[in-house]
């Protein structure tokens, strides 16, 4: 399969290749570590009700939306807007979203580096050196960090500047089932160990009271960033799709496949964090706010495996680690695709050129972000948790109001046969053009209120 071609716009060449790339970019370190960090966060199971019902009815509509103005500009998402209308205002939305795939690649490749220590960790604690794997696994050691994402970076780098549908095919049809399998054991083990029950309860019993608007911009930011969506990263891989495929269908596989992902790690990590508590380590404080913080999954997974003891624990911990950081790998490539087939379309430079200016940029913001990880909830929150629900907004202004859902119908239509006789088309267009703007819009503006509210209490 020739993909993301470096010369001619390239092409998914089956079906299935274009959904596991999708895939590839919606499943990865947002499902399992972003997801039970932001729900546990934000209360469990009332956090895991909205996330699943804005899915649904925002992430789903939105992801058919970004990947009919891919497939039918073939651009990358400012010469989208600009080949699908003579807006001036919407090239610059198409601008933040290739700076949103900027600010969210480079923290995600510090987190992303974290896998790859702790698969290691992993080792040198069966192998008793426990020195090694506490200084591997000191996720406060910005060298360390730095390194890492480093590391991480060039492994996206280089597979961006090779054929990367081939490598994401295989990543993703093998690797993927072997991480779910993974999962589904961990969770039997797991619910069997003192203290999970009260984690099952936390995730699957909710309590309604505890919904909140911050709550809701959590959920709704988090169904973004799950989904890959908001920043055009599936403008971008639906302009490398053939024109023989349903659009529909192919966003309806990979929306149910990351929501059933995230929702397995949240069966694992919530008990899990229970099980972490009842022996000793502080996760929440009085209050029950969370203390571990964005370190969360890699403070109380590890010992989960060490727990298991000896070589099955290793196995486990080890595959792992493994298996999240090549989660995280297709879910990179997508972030750094976005600017790169940017430059590369807008500015005419070679693909080598652009990826190794774009993964440069990125690296450097990444190495301060490793000496302050601070920083990195401050970007999570206002290029994922706003950006991102702020790009879904405009793809539905522009997709109902501008580009016109008559034009998305003709695109949507080819791979669709009976698309205008299918209920499919007059639910999608009254989401688009009513519910999902109204209620994202309905979310900034509450949450705009309470930020100017905040700042000059
Ligand atoms: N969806 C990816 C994840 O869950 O890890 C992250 C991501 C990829 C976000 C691509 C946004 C994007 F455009």
């Keep these: ?69 891919g497939r039918s500009s073939q651009k990358n998402p400012v010469g989208a807007f600009r080949a699908l209308s003579n807006s001036r205002f919407f090239p610059i939305v198409g601008f933040w979203m290739v700076l949103c795939g900027i600010a969210i690649l480079s923290f995600y490749i510090v987190i992303a580096g974290w896998t790859i220590s702790y698969f290691f960790e992993q080792i040198f604690f069966y192998a008793g050196w426990y020195d090694l794997a506490s200084f591997i696994a000191d996720t406060d050691n910005g060298w360390l960090n730095a ?133 000793g380590m502080v996760i929440f404080d009085d209050d029950g706010n969370l203390v571990a913080g964005i370190a969360l999954i890699f403070q109380v997974l590890p010992e989960l495996f060490h727990e298991m003891g000896g070589l099955i624990g290793l196995i486990f911990g080890a595959t792992f680690f493994f298996l999240l950081s090549i989660a995280a790998l297709t879910s990179s490539i997508s972030l750094l695709e976005v600017p790169t087939s940017y430059t590369i379309d807008e500015h005419r430079m070679p693909r080598k050129k652009a990826a190794l200016l774009i993964g440069g940029t990125v690296t450097i913001i990444s190495i301060i972000l490793s000496f302050n990880t601070g920083g990195i909830d401050i970007l999570n929150y206002v290029f994922s948790d706003l950006g991102l629900p702020l790009g879904g907004l405009m793809i539905c202004l522009f997709l109902g109001y501008v580009w016109k859902t008559e034009n998305a119908r003709h695109e949507i239509r080819s791979g669709f046969e009976g698309l205008d006789e299918h209920w499919f088309w007059p639910v999608w267009t009254f989401f688009v053009r009513y519910i999902c703007p109204i209620l994202i819009g309905l979310v900034l503006v509450v949450t705009a209120y309470e930020l100017i509210g905040t700042l000059f209490a």
Excluded: C, H
């Design 1 to 69: 399969m020739a993909a993301i071609d470096t010369s001619a716009r390239g092409n998914w060449n089956t079906k299935l290749g274009f959904i596991l790339a999708a895939a590839g970019s919606a499943v990865g370190l947002g499902n399992i570590w972003r997801f039970p960090t932001v729900m546990a966060e934000n209360g469990g199971a009332a956090f895991l009700f909205i996330y699943a019902l804005l899915v649904f009815i925002i992430g789903y509509p939105v992801m058919v939306a970004e990947m009919s103005m």
């Design 147 to 279: 390194i890492l994402a480093i590391i991480f970076m060039g492994l996206t780098i280089s597979i961006i500047l090779g054929g990367v549908s081939d490598g994401i095919e295989r990543a993703v049809r093998m690797l993927m089932p072997m991480l779910v399998v993974i999962i589904v054991i961990l969770i039997g083990y797991v619910l069997f160990q003192p203290g999970a029950s009260e984690g099952l309860r936390v995730y699957l019993v909710p309590d309604f009271s505890a919904i909140t608007p911050d709550l809701i911009l959590a959920a709704l930011g988090q169904a973004f960033f799950s989904l890959s969506l908001g920043m055009g990263a599936l403008i971008t891989y639906g302009s490398y799709l053939s024109k023989k495929e349903n659009i529909p269908e192919a966003a309806g596989y990979v929306t149910v496949f990351d929501i059933g992902i995230a929702f397995l790690a949240g069966l694992l990590v919530m008990p899990t964090i229970y099980i972490a508590q009842s022996q």
